[in-house]
């Protein structure tokens, strides 16, 4: 069963642990595409082990704990769908939000590379964007 959206601020995001900022906004801009297209891919062929793989670890965390079931079952469960193309980048140090035609992901940059923090956001007016799967 999915869970409840939750809403999620870009204050919280820009506060996630990340590292110093490393590379040119150029090169992390096309870093954060690059992870937006596994993120979608994944989704889109319904690989949720691969799609878990691009998700932060504290999104891992929440998505199973709160479904009480490992990540690609939790996910597998969520109503998340196919965001489409990437229409924009924003890149603000080791942040980043990825615009695409039907959705908004989130994502912190580790030692690791990207991941996502959050996707299945929807902006709303002048109140925090709300997702469907988030960190903790």
Request: charged residues 20%; contains cysteine.
């Amino acid at each position: 069963m999915p869970r409840s959206a939750y809403t999620v601020t870009v204050a919280v995001l820009l506060a996630a642990g990340t590292l110093g900022g490393c590379g040119t906004v150029a090169e992390r801009r096309d870093a954060v595409r690059d992870t937006t297209a596994a993120f979608e891919k994944a989704l889109a062929e319904r690989a949720y082990d691969r799609l878990c793989a691009v998700l932060a670890p504290a999104t891992v965390a929440e998505l199973e704990q709160s479904a009480g079931s490992p990540c690609a079952k939790a996910v597998s469960e969520e109503s998340l769908k196919p965001g489409g193309s990437v229409r924009r980048t924003d890149v603000y140090g080791n942040q980043a939000r990825a615009v695409l035609s039907t959705d908004t992901l989130f994502l912190s940059r580790f030692t690791s590379g990207w991941k996502v923090v959050a996707a299945g956001c929807e902006p709303r007016p002048k109140v925090p964007y709300q997702c469907l799967i988030k960190g903790g």
